[in-house]
T-cell receptor, first 111, second 116 residues
Framework: DQQVKQNSPSLSVQEGRISILNCDYT??????FLWYKKYPAEGPTFLIS?????DKNEDGRFTVFLNKSAKHLSLHIVPSQPGDSAVYFC??????????FGKGTRLSVIA | GAVVSQHPSRVICKSGTSVKIECRSL??????MFWYRQFPKKSLMLMAT?????????EQGVEKDKFLINHASLTLSTLTVTSAHPEDSSFYIC????????????FGEGSWLTVV
């Protein structure tokens, strides 16, 4: 049973436009959420995180929104750049437990 | 910033041999390290959690006699794939947790293992 779901395996966006990556979770105990970016054959790179006490966190071009009632979070990238093309993983955790990852969404930013 | 280093980044070994992958936290002490494996078109799968000085906790379905994990010091954890088979070929990633906050889990660069 998948506790963290990224239902879109891939997404294509034009350069300069907004990229929206979605993530849903089922475990109401999760209280910390993270987004990672991964290039082929490399380890994931931490992008941005959000605690369950917030509903928005912004860092430069990246903003994460959390809707606890819907158990949904999203990552917005604006403006999208070709270098943003990668696989994005949503991850969730509660307390000191290991991260539970979604299956990832491959983002392609087209110039 | 904090760095977690994995070595080797790529390794090819013969079927039946063992291979060791090292995960080092270079500028902080990692009380906990996690080992993940990535399958094609699937997410990172947590294999085991290792705490310094104690036995690793393996996830269900992971053979502890095949994937030996040692966390002998606060800066080094090793994963040894014993009697490797071609189906063990995969991308293995470690992450290190300094214990000071969830947003400070750092990942290694990953290690590609190919068993021929």
């Amino acid at each position: 049973d998948q506790q963290v779901k990224q239902n879109s395996p891939s997404l294509s966006v034009q350069e300069g436009r907004i990229s929206i990556l979605n993530c849903d979770y089922t475990n109401s105990m999760f209280d910390y959420f993270l987004w990672y970016k991964k290039y082929p054959a490399e380890g994931p790179t931490f992008l941005i995180s959000i605690s369950s006490i917030k509903d928005k966190n912004e860092d430069g071009r990246f903003t994460v929104f959390l809707n606890k009632s819907a158990k949904h979070l999203s990552l917005h990238i604006v403006p999208s750049q070709p270098g943003d093309s990668a696989v994005y993983f949503c991850a969730a955790s509660s307390g000191n437990t290991p991260l539970v990852f979604g299956k990832g969404t491959r983002l392609s930013v087209i110039a | 910033g904090a760095v977690v280093s994995q070595h080797p980044s790529r390794v090819i070994c013969k079927s039946g041999t063992s291979v060791k992958i090292e995960c080092r936290s270079l500028d902080f002490q990692a009380t906990t390290m996690f080992w993940y494996r990535q399958f094609p078109k699937k997410s990172l799968m947590l294999m085991a959690t290792s705490n310094e000085g104690s036995k690793a906790t393996y996830e269900q379905g992971v053979e502890k006699d095949k994937f030996l994990i040692n966390h002998a010091s606060l800066t080094l954890s090793t994963l040894t794939v014993t009697s490797a088979h071609p189906e063990d070929s995969s991308f293995y990633i470690c992450s290190a947790y300094p214990g000071t906050g969830l947003n400070t889990i750092y990942f290694g660069e990953g290690s590609w293992l190919t068993v021929v």
